[in-house]
């Protein structure tokens, strides 16, 4: 009797700690389901996007995480990603990061690569310090080093252009990057995107006019200047190609606020033009077109002048009856009626 109760009472022993031993086990189960898969991401909407810069470490990207509260747990976090080799296999990049995703969800991700992509509309830009700094706020570019490649004269033969001519490159436009593309692989891409536009058709139309694709993109700079009425651009096309066809300076007054730097200049007058008069961008002064763009002209800037309007105006100044247009002439005196009612508006109005 004594040896039944003993088997009995050993038989219990084993069986709670058999019980005990399962309910352990599912709970340890359950806590490791919920490291791993339970939501873990926080809900908010201004850190929809997880900036991984170059070079980043671990430790960092974890750092990353913490001060810009994208995880409610972040050791949770850490123990699921070192279980998924992710540190081994951190990817630099812009990713977008949904609230409720789970710490696996959120490490497949990052091992993944699948970045979201920066999308970049270019319009316009009148210099290439200007676009440089635009572009080192929307992607992970430094500004000072991609200066130094605008600036570089090795580098940028490469693509066909020159310090003075490499806005010619940047066709306004809206275009998709990665965060984290180079300074070189963004040139490789606008250069791309330049050979698409410049496609045989307007390669012809330049050659028709006598000038080359740069020399285009150069005169549409100082049109998309002049004027933002589309319709009227093809008309002062045709003024600067007929004038450039007669030898005859372009007298371009956007070309003068660009060599002063000062494109707030309301009247281009007699000081500005001494000012700049050794400016290669001074076309009182200098013949011919400038070296270069004086900023990234529209696509409808390009096509006016690759399509001007056929005419023999030599001339035209702003228009006192047609605000925002312009008079044309086709002679000097006709040019100066114009020119003297357009100056007694201003100076009817205090404008120098």
Known sequence: MIKKKKNSSLKKILISFAVLAFFSLVGMGVSLYQKIYSPNVIGNEDKRFLYIPTGTTFSQLVSIIMENKFVLNTETFRWVAEQMSLPEHIIPGRYEVRPGMSNFALVKLLRSGKQNPVKIVINKFR?????????????????????????????????????????????????????????????????????????????????????????????????????????????????????????????????????????????????????????????????????????????????????????????????VNKPNYHDFASTYSEHQKNARLYQQYLNKRGIH
């Not at 319709?231 to 005859?248: C, F, H």
């Not at 013949?287 to 006016?304: F, H, K, W």
Request: glycine letters at 4%; charged letters at 25%.
């Open 127 to 319: 210099t290439p310090e200007e676009f440089a700094l635009f572009i080192s706020t929307k992607l992970e570019i430094d500004e000072k080093v991609f200066i130094e490649l605008l600036n570089d004269e090795a580098i940028l033969a490469k693509f066909g252009f020159t310090p003075s001519t490499v806005l010619c490159c940047f066709i306004p436009n809206t275009y998709e990057f990665y965060w984290n593309t180079s300074p070189e692989k963004f040139m490789v891409r606008m250069k791309k995107e330049y050979d698409l536009f410049w496609n045989e058709n307007r390669k012809q139309e330049a050659a028709h006019l006598g000038i080359s694709v740069n020399d285009v993109c150069t005169l549409a700079s100082i049109l998309e200047e002049e004027t933002n009425r589309n319709d009227e651009k093809p008309t002062i096309a045709s003024v600067y190609l007929n004038r450039l066809n007669k030898g005859m300076l372009l007298q371009a007054d956007p070309t003068i606020k660009y060599a002063m730097g000062d494109f707030t200049i309301k009247r281009v007058t007699g000081f500005y033009i001494d000012e700049t008069k050794n400016s290669p961008y001074n076309t009182y002064r200098k013949q011919g077109l400038p070296p270069g763009p004086i900023c990234t002209p529209s696509v409808a800037s390009i096509e006016s002048v690759l399509q001007p309007a056929q005419t023999d105006y030599l001339y035209f100044c702003a228009s």
